[in-house]
């Protein structure tokens, strides 16, 4: 019941608000379908905190600790970013910048784009997880060209050729799977993961390798690992600022669940430490471009968007080292990366909206004229970077002590990377939160609350991890190995 | 007190963080509320400090007491610890705190950046923060502390964030921070040995029972260095502090200088001989010359600020290096299982750290006095000021004695049993060490003589002469909330550099923890028959010394002297101009300005300095002279670094192009090598 | 491609061979062609190879949702896709001809090259196969690659897209023709999301044409760091 | 040992420096006028300088601060706890234990520091001059000054002052190099550091060459009568800690009375040879320029450090 709530409320929404999405309360209903789903989301987490994993409909659908929480987690962020994107596509409607029409399909697609991720995160299918991901692309590639600018046209177009390109290696990769899974398994279940993950040690150890990497070539697109991220940067930093908070917060998260799914897959077929190596040195990869990129960008947006490709490359790296701790903490690291990170979209909205440009250099003294934006930045910026007692610095502690142990070498470049990531983000985020002011009051209020929601639950989680949430935590590590 | 009422010392600990954090969030509720905020809240921190100082001093002798936090990871809360260490240097906090935060109750105004509230709660915060970082039991708990430490305080350092400048040593400071800390983590992450034990293997305790081979504790140990020296301003990471010592307002800086700075020693102190247990000798003179060049390099640069405050983070920078090079030897004997020696090299540490906690926060809370009373930090626009603020200039002449390294103030005592310490190299089994040691004696006594040379310049300058603005004789005596701080911290120095046995003392269960040995308690009946007053740390033959018979010699000559002269000659005094060299028109320009005091040594180290001079030319109509001095690491390394990082960020850029089939290409590409990688 | 083994294959298997072989000769034909129309057909031609080779299994394994996607695909990629696209074209107004990034011998070679390494990589997995396919996954991958190549190299919005379609063709043909087709509900979302990729596409061309009056990729090139 | 004894020996010590002081000043001057052909100031002059100048009023500049006033005592002070800690009569001062060879060059930094301030405490320029330069030379001369006292105490495994001119007064005779260039640093750093041609010129009066004048230049009366005095102490410490280093025959080691006919006699004659050496090496040589004195110094420091290492290298075998 609960699960069909889940699935079926932003579907309906998505359905509703493609009739009512101009209307005037529509950003309401919006947030009121998300609220549902949340709500929905946490009955069916403390179900399964209470019974267990669930299959469900015919083993299609599969509930288990690795993505209970990130389904909890989606609907939260969902429903947050519902909550800042009222205010704001307001501000933005009133500033010309959006007709009621294009409202209606941002209220339309919000929601489906919701649907899919939580139908990726939930299916058993893995068949069914690539077509949800490919329909998330495909509805948030409406949402990026929102505006309909050439620049947001160019960026949405990017997105979807790459992300389209890339979700073909990884069907390609899935039907690799299935190949060598219906030997084992017949033709009706091979590619439910639950079998898959019972039996993963007889499927065939060459075909798992090629498929792996077809995946991870696929899947990587959409998590934004270097060299696949290209479109990352121009998909943030073009579309409207909610989305630009899914997409990192949530889009990203989900595709890092696929490619964990399959590395499962690959290392219980592989007998070797093929799919860590690859992750670990696309995760690597990723962390050192991306915190090199980051020191010459000029526009918030894109800045925040190629931090996002680090911390994934972080979470990819951790995942790809395995062990308790480093899986435990990737996963936590995934959590707060989206918690965070939305929030600082949400604080860098409005900041370009006080400001009217996206541009570093024309946002200044954020503090002095509304100080709650100014302080969501920057403490959002400095939880992001790593600095206790946020969450994300929880993580890192763990990821990097643990790399000290396990791949020592990996240590300095990790070192280099972050410092060089900080020196970039703080030197930029710096003075447009201090300084003189150049921003002016907005038509509405903005929406703060979302900011120091996630960012209390971040701090939270830097100090405190609640006994349930750790103990899902450490499930899903085991599941991942 | 502690155990009176059932309660351990290390739970008055934690009351106290407790209590800091709550006077912190009292503050935010009332952020502008002036009076509340001056009058009571900095006044209750400044008790809870006191509070602490004394539940440390009495904790010092005992059993280490440990504690569990239920916050922080699963499977890892906060463990806490309460040890000899520890409680020495919460110790030096609280006592500093107390006279500091009375200091910063009479100091606050309400003009400065931001609000009185919030910059209370960070300030707060960043004592709480330090006083956890000092209990912390567990990598975890010390790394949260670490990190909040640096963040409070660089919001303290940008209170006046609307100066680019200040946001730029703000940038620097957490910059070089984060690095640092980044750092550490990498050594706990060697120090936890090989993950057995998962998340349990972050504490301390766990740390403690392992045995790292010589590559991992080499490993651990330099990671430490680094991470520790970036915040303590070991050379080549010290570039933020003269930078951000003069940003922050006044008592920030004193707290930073004096205490935070230690929590780097204590760090240091922490990982090298109480979590690795058999440091390498070569970890020993690696110290040791780090903490040289630092200390030389530190004094050079002092001697050429023009900048009070500026002037004085270099001479911290000195003062951190003297503590390396006490540390580094401390490790050489420890390595050749000389013990007592490595005491007697601890204990000079330790005494230093002390030394340098008072008379530093006492000689950054006078700048700020003086800054408040002239709104200049400038020594060129001062002088003269001891006839107008004499409360300042005479508890500043103290300070500057003690920092200066003269009997028989305290820093003097330190350097001293650093010096003994050096005496006793020959006797190592090294033939190279042997040599280098006479070598680094010398450079430590050159850095000691000059020393003196900054604080003359320091007090001289601001204090004596005559005022070389005319606005200068507005300025005012510091009022009696800053006075009491004052006060205070000019006792602890002349009670650290008269009572040197009494501290010693106390000092050798630090050194009986970390090595083994005391030098109090080793050094036997006969150097104890002398009791409090003769301070012969190995014997009375070998060396000794008494700063009260010192003093009252002193004193004793002086006022015999004065009351000779009364008695036999007549006290007339006339009161005439200065002698004018026959040229009438002298004014208070023609005096030294400090760029002129310095000039000597200017010239004589000229190869460290990085010198631009902008002479004017005979025509010029408003000549110019102009001397900026600056530091060749910048250009050596920052700057290089700097551009290293943006030759890469220039390379990746042309990742990005904005041609879609290049992006396609990539992809492309990735593919086919990975599944050449993967058939091959 | 070991080449003793053709003569014992069943009638079926040689039929599929002939239509993979088909397949990758028609790869390497729109990865030649400079004219967008006859890409168009060869698309086409594409979806009737994949129809029929569809059909073949669909009828040599007797499995009855191959026939539901035999027939997608012929309602699909032969009818619907092409119709869309020449319909597009008309009303865009797009030019005829196609300008490649590289030329097209050049692209020619790497497609060699590349269909050697792809007929290498699957060379293990072929020898595994249980299946009467045995040698068609390395086609498919071979098309999958030159899809991909012809993506790198064209530079203009419409060709591009049909690359990408023909890489769906591609994956496609494997997973029927390899592997005997997929459970039907993920052949049935995977032709859904084709189609409203291609919806979504259309409505994109005309955004795009009207931004910047061409359907040129190489004006999109804006966004980029420097 | 007779506690009582001892303390009246220390006084006599104290007394004696107080004396001998300025009567070595004069020896010095006058040996200086013979050498350079001069007619020779009577060997009292000092004590009748300093008699003139106690009587005279002090000539106070109206911006000098209570500093400047308790400048003169403070330094005069140091001085004489300076001489007091010099073994010159006995080996064992009753003070000895208070301060030991690290000690008493933290006694001179003490003294000059006093007098650098003071002498900026007005505020003109040849003040401020004098107080640079002197700390100029104050910073090389200190840390070769513990050199050489390091050089000593390696030998005699000790700082304390007693315990060094001990162990070196009844070793065997051996040659000790390194004693040998720690000499040569010490009359360095003596010359140095009173205030001596190379370096300075007691009798300048040019200012632009005055380093120690230049410093004390608004001092008057009382004040300078004190300075003066403390100059004249420093030179007599300096003396005989030299020859407590380098020539110690002669120094007893217990404090009888006996031992005092001794040693009185021996430190006289000493002291004698000393002043004629040091005026010889003052007409010998010319005065350097300001900026060559810290090569001077950095040689003396150089030498220093040198006396340690060769110590080290050529003396701990045995």
């Known amino acids: 019941m609960e699960f069909l709530l889940v699935l079926g409320l932003p579907l309906l929404g998505g359905i509703a608000l493609a009739a009512t999405g101009h209307w005037k309360r529509a950003a309401e209903i919006n947030s009121a379908f998300s609220l549902f789903t949340l709500l929905a989301a946490i009955a069916l987490t403390l179900r399964i905190v209470e019974h267990g994993p669930q299959l469900l409909f015919e083993e299609q659908i599969f509930v288990d600790p690795l993505n209970v929480f990130l389904v909890a987690l989606t609907a939260f962020v969902g429903f947050t970013t519902s909550l800042f994107s009222r205010p704001y596509m307001r501000i933005e409607h009133d500033h010309g910048r959006l007709s009621a029409t294009r409202l209606r399909l941002y209220h339309s697609m919000f929601q489906l784009f919701t649907f899919t991720m939580l139908l990726a995160l939930t299916t058993n299918n893995m068949g069914i997880l690539w077509v949800a991901m490919e329909a998330a692309t495909l509805t948030t590639v409406l949402l990026v060209s929102l505006y309909r600018t050439a620049a947001s046209l160019e960026a949405a177009w990017k997105y979807f050729i790459l992300c389209g390109v890339g979700i073909a290696q990884a069907l390609f990769g899935t039907i690799l799977l299935y190949f060598a899974a219906e030997k084992v398994l017949g033709h009706d279940v091979a590619l439910l993961w639950t079998h898959l993950d019972a039996v993963k040690g007889q499927l065939e150890p060459t075909v798992l390798s090629l498929a792996f990497v077809f995946l991870l070539v696929g899947y990587g697109t959409k998590v934004g690992l270097v060299p696949l991220h290209n479109w990352l940067p121009d998909a943030h930093a073009e579309g409207p600022t909610p989305v630009s908070a899914v997409l990192s917060g949530l889009l990203l998260n989900v595709a890092l669940y696929a490619v964990v799914r399959c590395k499962v897959l690959a290392d219980g077929a592989l007998h070797s430490n093929l799919a860590g190596l690859l992750m670990m040195g696309f995760g690597l990869l990723s962390v050192v471009v991306a915190s090199f990129f980051l020191s010459r960008q000029k526009d918030i947006k894109r800045l925040f968007g190629y931090s996002s490709i680090e911390h994934m490359g972080i979470v990819t790296f951790a995942f790809g080292m395995g062990g308790p701790v480093a899986s435990f903490a990737g996963l936590l690291h995934m959590t707060v990366h989206s918690l965070t990170k939305s929030a600082i979209f949400f604080a860098v909205g409005h900041a370009a909206q006080k400001c009217g440009s996206q541009l570093i250099e024309q946002i200044r003294g954020l503090i002095k004229q509304s100080p709650t934006v100014g302080w969501g930045l920057m403490l959002g910026t400095l939880a992001i970077l790593g600095m206790p007692p946020f969450g994300v610095f929880a993580s890192e502690f763990l990821i990097l002590t643990t790399a000290m142990k396990a791949q020592p070498w990996a240590t300095p470049i990790l070192l280099i990377s972050l410092g060089v990531a900080f020196a970039a983000i703080f030197g930029k985020v710096q003075p447009m939160v201090f300084g003189e002011p150049t921003a002016k009051r907005l038509p509405h209020k903005p929406a703060m609350l979302p900011v120091f929601m996630h960012l209390g639950l971040v701090l939270m989680l830097g100090l405190w991890i609640p006994p349930y949430l750790a103990e899902w935590y450490r499930q899903a590590a085991k599941l991942i190995g | 007190m502690p155990g009176a009422q059932g309660l351990l010392s290390i739970d008055w600990m934690v009351l106290v963080i407790a209590a800091w954090l709550a006077i912190g969030i009292g503050a935010i509720f009332a952020p502008r509320n002036f009076p509340y905020i001056s009058r009571v809240l900095y006044p209750a921190g400044a008790l809870v400090g006191l509070l602490l100082a004394v539940a440390a001093f009495a904790a010092l002798n005992q059993t280490p007491e440990t504690m569990v936090l239920p916050l922080g990871l699963p499977d890892l809360p906060f463990h806490l610890r309460l040890d000899s260490l520890s409680a020495l240097f919460l110790m030096l906090l609280g006592a500093c705190t107390a006279g500091i935060s009375i200091f910063a109750a009479g100091y606050l105004r309400k003009a400065e950046g931001t609000a009185p509230g919030v910059q209370c709660l960070q300030y707060h915060v960043f004592l709480a923060s330090m006083a956890l970082v000092l209990l912390a039991d567990d990598a975890y708990a010390f790394m949260v502390a670490w990190e909040s430490m640096a963040l409070s305080s660089f919001f303290l350092v940008t209170s006046d964030h609307r100066i680019p400048e200040i946001r730029r040593a703000g940038y620097l400071y957490l910059l070089i921070a984060h690095v640092g800390a980044i750092s550490l983590l990498l050594c706990f992450g060697v120090l936890q040995g090989n993950g057995d034990a998962g998340v349990a293997g972050y504490t301390f305790a766990n740390m403690r029972g392992i045995d790292h081979n010589a590559f991992w504790s080499s490993a651990a140990f330099g990671l430490a260095l680094f991470g520790f020296g970036a915040k303590a301003g070991l050379l080549p990471l010290h570039v933020w502090l003269p930078e951000a010592h003069p940003a922050a307002p006044s008592p920030v800086s004193a707290m930073m200088s004096g205490v935070m700075l230690k929590t780097a020693i204590y760090g240091v102190l922490r990982v090298g001989f109480d979590l690795l247990h058999h440091p390498l000798w070569w970890w020993g003179v690696a110290v040791l010359t780090l903490g040289l060049v630092t200390a030389l390099f530190g004094v050079i640069f002092a001697a050429v600020q023009s900048d009070m405050k500026r002037l004085l983070a270099y001479s911290s920078i000195e003062n951190i290096g003297l503590l390396f090079v006490g540390i580094g030897l401390t490790l050489t004997f420890q390595s050749f299982g000389m013990r007592a020696l490595a005491a007697l090299a601890l204990t000079s540490v330790l005494y230093h750290c002390l030394n340098h906690a008072a008379f530093k926060s006492l000689l950054f809370l006078v700048t700020g006095s003086v800054l408040h009373a002239t709104q200049t930090r400038n020594l060129g626009k001062l002088g003269g000021l001891i006839h107008y603020m004499p409360w300042v200039a005479w508890l500043g002449l103290l300070g500057v004695l003690s920092s200066a390294g003269l009997p028989p103030f305290n820093g003097f005592v330190s350097e001293w049993l650093l010096l003994q310490a050096f005496l006793f190299t020959p006797g190592l089994p090294h033939g190279y060490i042997n040599m280098m040691i006479p070598v680094a004696a010398a450079a430590v006594a050159l850095t000691a003589a000059l020393a003196g040379y900054v604080m003359v310049k320091f007090f001289a300058v601001i204090f004596l002469g005559q005022p070389r603005e005319a606005k200068l004789n507005q300025a005012h005596d510091a009022g009696r909330l800053e006075r009491s701080g004052l006060v205070w911290l000019a006792a602890l120095c002349v009670a650290l550099g008269l009572f040197p046995v009494f501290v010693i003392e106390k000092l050798d269960s630090v050194t009986r923890l970390l090595l083994g040995t005391g030098i109090y308690q080793a050094a036997g009946e006969a150097a104890r028959a002398h009791g409090w007053m003769y301070l012969a740390p190995i014997s009375p033959d070998r060396a000794s010394y008494a700063p009260v018979v010192f003093l009252l010699s002193i004193l004793v000559i002086v006022a015999a002297a004065y009351l000779i002269v009364r008695r036999f000659w007549h006290i007339r005094v006339r009161i005439t101009g200065a002698w004018d060299c026959g040229f009438p028109m002298q004014t208070a320009r023609m005096q030294d300005t400090a760029e002129g005091f310095g000039q000597p040594l200017r010239q004589v180290f000229e190869p460290f300095y990085r010198m631009t001079r902008e002479l004017p030319s005979s025509f010029d109509k408003a000549p110019v002279y102009r001397v900026v001095v600056e530091d060749h690491l910048w250009y050596w390394l920052y700057l290089p670094v700097a551009k290293v990082t943006e030759f890469g960020a220039r390379m990746v850029a042309f990742l990005q192009q904005g041609r879609i089939s290049i992006y396609l290409l990539y992809s492309f590409v990735t593919l086919v090598v990975l599944l050449f990688l993967i058939h091959g | ?226 | 040992m007779n506690t009582a004894f001892s303390v009246i020996l220390q006084f006599l010590e104290l007394v004696t420096a107080l004396l001998a002081a300025p009567l070595l000043t004069g020896w010095v001057n006058q040996c200086r006028a013979w050498l350079g052909n001069r007619t020779a100031p009577p060997l009292f002059q000092f004590y009748r300088q300093l008699a003139k100048l106690f009587e005279k009023e002090v000539v106070l500049a109206a911006n000098a601060s209570s500093l400047f006033r308790a400048a003169p005592y403070f330094i005069f002070a140091c001085m004489a706890l300076a001489s007091m800690i010099v073994p010159t009569l006995s080996t064992e001062p009753p003070f000895g234990p208070a301060a030991d060879a690290i000690a008493l060059v933290g006694i001179f930094a003490l003294a000059r520091v006093f007098s650098a301030l003071a002498g900026m405490d007005i505020g003109t320029s040849f003040g401020t001059l004098g107080a640079r330069r002197e700390m100029l030379i104050g910073f090389l001369a200190e840390p070769a000054l513990l050199m050489v006292f390091f050089t000593a105490s390696l030998i005699s495994q000790s700082t304390s002052l007693s315990t060094i001119v001990q162990a070196l007064g009844q070793r065997e005779f051996a040659i000790y190099p390194s004693l040998a260039f720690a000499g040569v640093a010490f009359t360095m750093v003596s010359l140095a550091e009173n205030a001596r041609i190379p370096v300075d010129n007691p009798t300048t009066h040019l200012e632009l060459t005055m380093i120690h004048e230049a410093m004390i230049l608004e001092y008057s009366g009382r004040h300078l009568a004190l300075i003066e005095w403390a100059a004249t102490l420093k030179l007599y410490a300096y003396s005989c800690l030299g020859l407590a280093l380098f020539f110690p025959w002669g120094i007893p080691e217990g404090t009888g009375f006996a031992n005092l006919l001794v040693a009185l006699p021996a430190l006289v004659f000493k002291l004698a040879v000393g002043g004629f050496l040091l005026a010889l090496i003052e007409t010998v040589s010319a005065k350097l320029r300001i900026f060559r004195a810290p090569e001077f110094l950095g040689t003396a420091f150089m030498l220093a450090v040198l006396a340690m290492l060769v110590h080290l290298l050529l003396e701990t075998a045995k």
């Open chain 3, 1 to 226: 491609m070991s080449t003793g083994l053709h003569l014992d294959l069943p009638f079926y298997a040689q039929v599929i061979n002939l239509l993979a072989a088909m397949l990758l000769l028609l790869s390497f034909a729109m990865l030649a062609q400079r004219r967008i129309l006859s890409l168009i057909n060869l698309f086409m031609a594409q979806g009737v190879v994949l129809f029929a080779s569809t059909a073949v299994v669909a009828a040599a394994t007797n499995q009855h949702h191959l026939y539901w996607s035999a027939l997608i695909t012929l309602v699909l990629k032969v009818f619907l896709l092409p119709w869309i696209l020449h319909r597009l074209i008309r009303r865009l107004n797009v030019k005829w001809d196609i300008e490649t990034l590289i030329n097209i011998p050049t692209t020619m070679m790497i497609g060699l090259v590349l269909v050697i390494f792809s007929f290498n990589l699957a060379l293990p997995i072929s020898a595994l196969a249980g299946t009467i396919t045995r040698s068609t996954l390395g086609i498919a991958m071979a098309a999958v690659m030159l899809a991909f190549l012809m993506m790198i190299t064209r530079s203009k919005a419409v060709p591009q897209v049909i690359g990408f379609l023909a890489m769906e063709n591609g994956l496609f043909f494997a997973a029927t023709s390899a592997t005997y087709g997929m459970p039907m509900v993920v052949e049935l979302g995977i032709a859904l999301d084709v189609l409203v990729g291609m919806v979504i596409l259309g409505v994109f061309f005309f955004q795009i044409r009207e931004q910047f009056d061409s359907l040129d990729i190489r004006h999109m090139e804006k966004l980029k760091d420097d």
